[in-house]
């Protein structure tokens, strides 16, 4: 993969908050396990995907990820919570440094069961 596309889809800016953000993976202490990749070209490789629409069995060999490899780590993210802390940090950074205008936001319309008796 070249250096622009991925500096396009993950800016050095973006990988630096979400870094820390990452669960760590650890071989398990009997072999096997999860096999040591660049976290960075699988996240890039996940943001591509997401963002492109391209299935993942699809995603190209030129990301150094297999596509089992970059979905596996997004299911694991996912159910770590990691897609919405990212977008939580992304906020607290834009609005740190003065780039967020909440005087118009769009509210997600999702249906809430009222309680039983509530007005």
């Known amino acids: 993969m070249g250096a622009d596309l991925s500096r ?4 050095d800016e973006l990988w630096e908050l979400t870094a820390p953000l990452l669960p760590r993976f650890t071989s398990r202490p ?4 999860t096999a040591s990749v660049d976290e960075r070209a699988v ?3 996940v943001v591509y995907v997401l963002t492109s629409g391209c299935a993942w069995r699809y995603l190209p060999e030129s990301f150094g990820v ?3 490899t970059a979905h596996r780590r997004f299911t694991v993210w996912a159910e770590a919570g990691l897609w919405r802390r990212l977008h939580r940090s992304v906020l607290d950074e834009l609005g740190a440094r003065g ?19 509530a007005r």
């Open 8 to 11: 396009r889809l993950v800016p």
């Open 30 to 33: 009997q072999g096997g396990g």
């Open 43 to 45: 996240f890039t490789a």
């Open 66 to 68: 297999s596509p089992a």
């Open 99 to 117: 780039e967020l205008d909440w005087s118009s936001a769009i509210v997600d319309a999702a249906s809430v069961r009222a309680k039983r008796g």
